[in-house]
């Protein structure tokens, strides 16, 4: 039986209108569209929206489009295929042309998948309720939010594998938050802070302080087994946990924060023309050299 594809569109994005009826009909060539949604119809938060049976998401937008995307259909465990037409499209591994490239192997049912951890983050009143949560693609932030004066976080882990239920003490952060990041996240919010890049193939939990009044807090990469709580010892008005920059949601004094690895993995259709390391060239300028004179410009 032919792939049956979800066509999911951002109609606000720049081109995208303009391609619509390109992908349907593209879609049609290898495979049956089992429906159109757009995302301006559907809903902002979770839960996941109803959708129906399909074999392969393909989304057309930007990156940001592709991670509400992820974040709504993960429970659906079924391949996510990002088209960029936004501004940088990291995550998003094909533009338009490549689509139509890659199209007979990718929508013949025989696409590249990867496979990337993500996180799970619930917060908890001061009594231990659960009061939110959600998954997050890139990472979870405790914001300080206005009036934008320091807050403060307790920061403790506890690792099964290693140590049974033994809780670590970990350091006291005075700052502006703290970014908990994967690796597939780990080149947005994070590197930004000074964050180190980790390749997402590695399964790992990256911890970067915003704005740390210390001169010692650097980030750190934790393995993924690690279960990280983060207690806000004081807060503003508008101190907030963010997920991928799209879901907030309030926190207050004696909230804790717990962020573990998803039990699912986000599974990605892959550019099998391009790889992590020229991605980090072309669209971050990794290791981008001087201009020397004698090297043109």
């Known amino acids: 039986m032919p792939t049956s594809v979800l066509l999911i569109v951002n109609r606000s994005r720049a081109g995208v209108r303009e391609h619509i009826d390109l992908a349907r009909e593209l879609i049609a060539r290898y495979a ?55 501004r940088l499209g990291f995550l998003a591994e094909f533009d338009w042309d490549s689509f139509v490239v890659h199209a007979p192997s990718v929508l013949g049912g025989r696409p590249l998948i990867r496979e990337r951890m993500v996180l799970s983050a619930t917060v908890f009143d001061a009594h231990g309720r659960p009061r939110f949560g959600s998954s997050a693609i890139n990472d979870c932030v405790i914001a300080a939010g206005p009036p934008y004066r320091m807050i403060e976080l307790a920061i403790r882990t506890q690792d099964e594998a290693a140590n049974g239920n033994t809780v670590d003490e970990g350091p006291d952060l005075v700052g502006d938050g703290v970014i908990v990041s994967t690796p597939i996240g780990s080149t947005a919010y994070n590197v930004s ?58 926190l207050h004094e004696g909230d804790v924060v717990r962020v573990v690895r998803h039990p699912v993995r986000a599974r990605l259709v892959g550019n099998p023309s391009i790889s992590y390391w020229r991605t980090l060239l072309d669209k971050m300028r990794w290791a981008a050299p001087p201009t020397y004179r004698d090297r043109g410009p």
């Open 193 to 250: 802070a000074g964050g180190p890049i980790v390749h997402p193939a590695v399964d790992a939990i990256i911890v970067t302080p915003n704005a740390a009044h210390s001169l010692a807090f650097r980030p750190v990469v934790v393995p993924a087994t690690i279960d990280l709580s983060i207690r806000v010892l004081k807060a503003n008005e508008g101190t907030a946990v963010v997920l991928d920059g799209q879901l907030t949601h309030a």
């Open 32 to 86: 049956t569209v089992r429906a159109t949604i757009d995302v301006e119809e559907m809903p902002t938060t979770e839960p996941v929206p109803a959708a129906p049976e399909f074999d392969l998401a393909v989304v057309l937008g930007g990156d940001g489009t592709l991670l509400a995307q992820v974040r709504r259909l993960l429970e659906r465990q079924k391949p996510i295929l990002g088209v960029n037409f936004g």
